[in-house]
Structures are given as C-alpha cells and as structure tokens.
C-alpha cells in the first residue's frame, strides 16, 4: 500500500509549494486538485460578494474537478491539502473526496491560511470522505512543520 498527497492550490501557491515538496519527501504520489473550470484571479477574490468562490460557497455548489486518480483503491494513507477558505475546505475539494471509496484509508488533512485556524474544517470534510479513518487535521505554514506534525 502506499501514500498520496493530493492538493488543492489557489493563486498564491503555497498549498502547491508545500504539498509537492511533502510528496517528494515522502515518496508519496502527488495529484493535483483541478477544478474543471479553472479559476480566475477575480474568482478568487472573496472580498468581492458577487466572486465565483462566494457564489460557490453560498449557494453550496458542486465544483467538479478535472482528472481522477488512478489507482486510488491502493492508497491506504492520503494526504488531503488545500488553502481554507470559510472555515472549511473549498467546495472543489469536497467534490473531490465525494468521488472515491475511503474505506481503510487514514486520510491526513493539512491547510494553509493566512489566518484562519483549522477550525472544525475535518469535520466539514468528514461527510465527503465518508469511512475513512481522519487521523488529524492541521493548519501547516511550511513543509518542516508538516513533515515534524506527520512524523511525529
């Protein structure tokens, strides 16, 4: 069984930063989180009320991703990242989990935040990943302190 880092990056990329390196690390697979839409730099400005990435969360709208992961049944750790946004995980994210079978799986959750703690955002993700075992959630600003939080 072995290892995958999937991730969710949005335009700073820092999630991204942090997930591939974690990967490589690891010698885990990694899979980039893609909405089949992409977004734009005005998607993602949240201080705008009428922004996609409001829109989405608002009206709790499916973003369906582009790609799947091959192979996904023999995993049996993943780690799942992804920047916060609303206290929880962006709603390409849920998409993403809703798609395949957790059962057996220990699922790592890590985000990053200019500010938001973690909050209660695995048990937002819980319903989407249904059976899998979430093993901790972590508000990560570097991969030292996501490969310590893993390893130790």
Do not use: H
């Amino acid at each position: 069984m072995g290892a995958l880092v999937a991730y969710f990056s949005a335009e700073s990329g820092k999630t991204a930063k942090i997930a591939k390196e974690f990967a490589q690390s690891l010698g885990a697979d990694i899979f980039e989180i893609v909405p089949e839409k992409p977004y734009s730099k005005g998607d993602l400005n949240w201080m705008n009320p009428l922004a996609r990435c409001n829109r989405e969360y608002a009206m709790r709208r499916e973003v369906p991703v582009s790609g799947t992961v091959e192979g996904f049944e023999d995993y049996d750790t993943v780690f799942v990242g992804f920047p916060i946004w609303y206290g929880c995980a962006p709603s390409v994210v849920n998409a993403f989990c809703k798609e395949y079978d957790w059962r057996g799986k220990k699922l790592y959750i890590f985000a990053t935040s200019g500010g938001s703690g973690i909050g209660k955002t695995a048990e937002k993700l819980m319903p989407y990943a249904s059976g899998a075992k979430i093993v901790d959630a972590r508000r990560v600003k570097s991969v030292a302190e996501l490969t310590d939080w893993v390893r130790g």
